[in-house]
């Protein structure tokens, strides 16, 4: 967990409601909003609000849609969320607001109990950054994508703000799928698109300095591709 006082209760790490999404990975420090209207995912809703108010939220493997009302295969590491707002529509659905508060790794799926999954998982520790030098590299090549995206510099520049290192990582992360597309990079047409693998990927780094490190390279990858997009932009207007 990014803070000590937010792991769950051993019951709730025992027995984690999980609501498990395709193209969506929900990162640490981060508010995932969700509109909720399968009846499965409804009574998951009321059994948090219950008690709790966590909520794993684990991607789909792709070849879900074989299996997807059943209990498709899904990613070993999630994000664990807690629900910070939840509103009841008059048609019974629900629209709610889950908190990124770590990532966790599924030990085992509990047998079928209620309609929606549950499972146990083990909490994984969100450790600072031994590489300091690592984080300044990273923060100096966001400098110079701003420089290269004027458009998006002030959004950028709330990300260098953030002091934490590792939700700074995480955030770095996220912005990392609109980099990617930015530079023409394909959806895809799989059940999941390589944007969501780049979540995925970082999510699941062994450490903080191994997701920097991925995170280094990904952005120096960016810096190079829309220079050369710059530069020949800017052949063609000669």
């Known amino acids: 967990m990014l803070r000590r006082d937010d792991l769950p209760p051993r019951d709730v790490l025992s027995a984690l409601p999980i ?9 640490p420090g981060m508010v995932l909003p969700l509109n909720v209207f399968e009846p499965r995912y409804l009574e998951l809703v009321d059994h948090v ?11 789909l493997r792709p070849g879900y849609e074989a299996d997807y009302e059943g209990r498709p295969p899904i990613e070993a590491v999630f994000g664990i969320g807690r629900l910070l707002a939840h509103h009841r529509f008059p048609d019974g659905r629900r629209f709610i607001r889950l908190e990124g508060l770590g990532r966790v790794r599924l030990a085992r799926e509990l047998p079928a109990r209620r309609s929606f999954r549950e499972v146990e998982v083990v909490p994984l520790a969100e450790e600072e950054p031994e590489d300091r030098e690592a984080i300044e590299i990273l923060r100096a090549q966001l400098e110079r994508i701003a420089a290269l995206c004027p458009d998006d510099g002030e959004m950028i520049g709330s990300l260098l703000s953030i002091p934490d290192p590792r939700i700074f990582a995480y955030a770095v992360s996220a912005l990392l799928p609109s980099l990617d597309l930015l530079l023409g ?9 390589p944007q969501v693998d780049i979540l995925q990927r970082s999510l699941a780094a062994e450490s903080t300095d191994a997701r920097i490190k991925y995170l280094v390279e990904r952005t120096g990858g960016a810096i190079s591709g829309l220079a050369r997009s710059q530069s020949l932009g800017e052949r063609l207007l000669n």
């Open 19 to 27: 609501f498990p999404l395709p193209n969506v990975v929900l990162l």
């Open 49 to 59: 609000l219950a008690g709790g108010r966590h909520i794993g939220v684990p991607l």
């Open 185 to 193: 990079a394909p959806i895809g047409s799989s059940s999941r698109c």
